[in-house]
């Protein structure tokens, strides 16, 4: 493959430039008779989606998905499934002025020298307006992961910049444009932010990403490893500069009797493993947290060569995220379920009819 | 693939257990006319080799390896390459105890859980044994990549536990046990491993791996971008938890003015996006971080369970490494090879004739 | 993946049903810089559309696609591109009565077997609709091909039912609805049709692809040979039951003295082998032959079942070919395109700079 | 991949050349639990041994494989299960003087034009020798589809240059070195053998194999249908020229009337389709055959180049069957083995808990 299918059971592959005529994708391997519809997929599309809050771009991009085959009479039928976002808001003459040049950490420069030539309107297909399509085959995966496991995927924002943000109440995930589970820090977000746009700056942001409900023994060693799966995929998400699964880089300071997840007959009495040991999920909660950069696109005039190989400083217009972790979380979740699906599948291949030797424990031991 | 393939033109293929009667592994895509003999591998696995100083575990491995096809008269003809090392110093006796036990943060629970069954002498499949043919094959990589590019890979510890290393010194990494470029922390280093043993403990590490005189235009967007390769590659080796690319998780704090990577005519001017933007190389030296967990194995009792759905104490006996960072340095080595082998190989495939419109900047700017 | 994407690095990613809302593609793995338009594309789906001729079915598709992505200012980019064809002629009430019936012959039977439910619309994903974006797809490889190595792929009728034909005259390929270069034949065609239809019947076909102006080198033994790939993507069409290279079954009573291809300096004396030797392309012709089986379509009543396990006769209503192997002729070339396509890359990968150590000779030594 | 893996989750991956140290394979995706010991992968290697009788070659080859990992107390893990055998009776001084000269027929000239350079002992990596590996895998294969399914896969020769050979009595298959189903035609073989052994010569065959006891719904359309797996799967057979699924070419003259497989709920009334249709089984027995061009080495002088861009004459010395298609049978029934299981896995991942919408009808209806 050269690079635009993610999965080896249940496979997304995308196309679309920013400023195309259309983003579709085509899911293919999804089990038949799931009950999907569009609505299914727009509820998480509209999450991610732009202008919902004066903290994010205020560009308008209905993003609604069509699904185009693999769906009869309500249910998959094992097809693949065609999905498509039709482009309606392109403002190319917003971007028409950095045709000939790189933009500091952008891509512009990357892909010229890959390509040798490039869509420059939006950033092309490098800009963050794919993962809308990811968001869409994300769907599909959490459907059939909830209405067959019971398997949840939550993601939150847990640091904007300076700002760490635990998760206290995770039913306020949802009930801010922050996706913040930590209630009280939402002024100083709001703060935040606002004196970042006065600064005409952006900001890096963190991401955490748990799935709980799991089951045990997915993950194909050695190299698909489960984690080294996720870590691809998350990591596959513009801006993503680290990963880490369950402790990540603390395990480094760890001793081993600190971090070993003790277990019992009543289930396991922590999870400094993220839910995954020698590349196999163990059943507990799956946790992840990933690392975003602040936005490239800012309009501080930054050094810079342009296509003709001349020094000059660039600016960047057009309407742009000030921290683009914040809309990465729906992006995350759907990459994990991606991840979660493919490993159910391939799984479900090898080891079917192998009894487990004791019937797994709970993920976690009851609070005593 | 069922997981012990990596790669997708440049394929690394590996079988073998801890305790089996031999570790193998096929290369297939290895360009035709590299001169190639076992003692160009021999080296790297070598510096991987268990007992090699106090601190690592007394197994005695010499590790030979035998390169049974795919080089005739000195050369690769282009055809497999492969490998295999014969086990010798297989001492059971010292597992046979656990083998009805499922010691915690080990994978012994995960395989049961997956395969229902499973060989439990060293760890068998999930032993760390495996990665000698990861080393092996990477050599191979690495040879190429230097012969043909310049292109050089160099790992070094950046952190034992509490003791953050840096890299005054490069020319002295292959000088001590340690992997250690920061000499003046090597008595540090020997006191702190001391006291370890005694404590009958383990401790997490950090691992940095660079690469250097890297061409620009490698990686595949969106999915198969090379730092979501890379990331995937080090997850997959036993006892990772996190990866970062450039900055890593410091890049949450960073404004958009601090972070991006200005340009001139005469090169990059700083290096936090660790050599890829865009998911693509950009000629500057490719940075990657890992965390590694502490060893598993330690003799002091923890809580668990056995195959009855008993709860049990269990200790760890044998032989092992109380911090599995040390020798995890080349085989982080190997893997990021691996990666940048096969995405030459799969940039050559798709971009051949097409003149990058500028030629490339120079990876950094000369100090002024 | 799960069967809808061909190739290893030039990609072809299908989804659609017959009756569904649209056709898609996604074509990934196209070297940036090819000059492309949908008229490039148009020209063989309108070879392959229906109702070009009293003996091909009369249902009306236009079957006219749009570039979605992957194109800017008229060359390719080197991203994916997206393809989309909208149903429009949908008479499902002419396929209705059959949603709980298995057609003889048809996929109804195994596609329930294997789903357990199925858009019975047209045959749904079983239809040979599908096959409009394999051809689209293969567009653009044969313009590749040609443009840049001079490559030309050129199919054409061998046999229908008993009617044995030549190829004396290659420019008459284009000018009939039969794709046939035997014009004293094409009265013969005729009157066969003509009275095939009266009979409510159906009869099989015989296709002939030839590709020539070929390089030599291109295949991956052994299990990619690329007379292997060939086969499989032959097979992969739509009513195919049987493939040939070469002299194909003729090879089966054939001396080794009388098979072998003899070479001068002046080129090869002869091409039984169908200008692949060992799995690789010698510079020969490509020699492809497939056998098609006659409609499964017909009104003539067949004995059967239905979903609910009770013996029926069976009649297919409808338009459909008499003989489809008609239309599969811009099928066939399409898929040999996407072969050498990927294996032209995939040779590219591993063996740039190799050098041969003779030139090439000639594909065929000059006629004396 | 690099062409020398097949299958995408039950995958065999190979190495080894003629006279190299050692041919060896990974195959990986094996459940876990089967009981497979050395001696069940000797039983079809000792079938396909050369100097098995006077009409094959006479090199001994004892071909004896060890098992070196993914075996525990008896039963495969689940891990990959390293295979190898080492080569013993290697005669290179029989090739030398063929180093620099291209045998017609031979892939001597395309693998330099690959790669440029080549191991020419004894036709290296493309010598049939390579096949050893495939029926060590294949007969892993056989005995999961046996145990779990009571699949059987049984090949067997049904023509010798200009003798047609039925199969009135498979008992007679494994009695004679010609895996002849026709007793009566032995004698007739024997007399042919030995004139083309006179002549200096050698003749070409076709190949039958058969699999009983199917299930239905094995298959992923549409570039993955389970027909186009096999053909990619005989057709990487050395040798191979052509492949047939049920009628094969036969289905050129058929009428739809006469191809068409009728159903009743007792059975099929006949299996034109060789149990395959739409590219998923049906359950019918699947009935392949596949086209062996004549040994191309054979001590006939034949006019070719050599190296320095020369005419010569090649005469080919060494130890040569006179018909490769005799030993082919066990490597067909091989690969159609590893079709079948990758199939069955590939089916099991997306279809696990989709019930059929009546229960498969048998194979065959009852003989009335």
Redesign the interface.
């Known amino acids: 493959?050269?690079?635009?299918?993610?999965g080896?059971?249940?496979?997304?592959?995308?196309?679309?430039?920013s400023h195309?005529?259309?983003?579709?994708a085509?899911v293919?391997?999804c089990?038949?008779?799931l009950a999907l519809t569009e609505a299914d997929l727009q509820a998480d599309l509209n999450r991610r989606k732009p202008g919902t809050s004066k903290h994010t771009t205020q560009r308008r991009e209905p993003d609604e998905v069509?699904i185009?085959?693999?769906v009869?009479e309500g249910?998959t039928?094992?097809?693949?499934?065609?999905l498509?976002i039709e482009n309606t808001d392109q403002r190319s003459k917003d971007y028409s002025n950095i045709a000939d040049t790189?933009r500091?950490?952008?891509?512009d420069?990357?892909?010229?020298?890959?390509?040798?030539?490039?869509?420059y309107r939006g950033g092309?297909?490098?800009s963050a307006r794919?993962t809308a399509m990811r968001v869409a085959a994300g769907a599909i995966a959490k459907k059939y992961l909830a209405e067959t496991f019971g398997i949840r995927i939550q993601g939150f924002l847990s640091?904007l910049?300076?700002i760490k943000l635990g998760c206290p109440d995770p039913s306020a995930i949802e009930t801010n444009a922050f996706f913040c589970g930590d209630p009280e820090q939402l002024v100083a977000l709001d703060e935040y932010m606002t004196q970042l746009r006065r600064?005409e700056?952006?900001?890096?942001?963190?991401v955490s990403v748990h799935a709980t409900g799991m089951i045990?023994?997915?993950?194909?060693?050695?190299?698909?490893?489960i984690?080294?799966?996720?870590?691809?995929?998350?990591?596959?998400i513009?801006a993503v500069?680290?990963?880490?699964?369950?402790?990540?880089?603390?395990?480094?300071?760890?001793?081993?009797?600190?971090?070993?997840?003790?277990?019992?007959?009543e289930g396991f009495?922590s999870n400094?493993?993220?839910g995954?040991?020698?590349?196999?999920?163990?059943?507990q909660d799956v946790l992840v947290r990933i690392?975003?950069?602040?936005?490239?696109s800012?309009t501080?005039p930054?050094?810079?060569?342009n296509?003709?190989?001349?020094?000059m400083d660039v600016v960047t217009k057009g309407r742009h995220d000030p921290c683009v972790?914040i809309r990465a979380v729906p992006i995350a979740e759907a990459m994990l379920a991606l991840v979660l699906m493919d490993h159910c599948?391939?799984?479900?291949?090898?080891?079917?009819?192998?009894?487990?030797?004791?019937?797994?424990?709970p993920g976690q031991a009851p609070v005593k």
Chains 1, 2, 3, 4 share one sequence.
Do not use: C
């Open positions: 493959m050269s690079g635009n299918t993610y080896r059971l249940f496979t997304l592959t995308t196309f679309g430039e195309g005529k259309a983003l579709g085509i293919d391997g089990p038949p008779g069509r185009l085959s693999g009869f249910r039928t094992g097809t693949p499934i065609g498509l790189y500091p950490a952008h891509a420069y990357a892909y010229d020298q890959k390509y040798g030539f490039r869509d092309g297909r490098s794919e640091q910049g300076p600064e700056n952006s900001v890096g942001a963190e045990p023994g997915w993950g194909e060693p050695i190299f698909d490893r984690d080294a799966e996720i870590a691809h995929a998350m990591m596959s513009n500069k680290g990963v880490e699964i369950g402790d990540g880089f603390d395990v480094v300071t760890q001793k081993g009797t600190e971090h070993r997840d003790e277990m019992t007959t009495l400094h493993a993220g995954i040991v020698g590349g196999i999920t163990t059943g690392a975003l950069k602040p936005t490239s800012i501080t930054g050094r810079s060569i296509r003709q190989g001349e020094n972790g599948l391939r799984h479900r291949a090898q080891n079917q009819g192998v009894v487990p030797p004791i019937p797994p424990i």
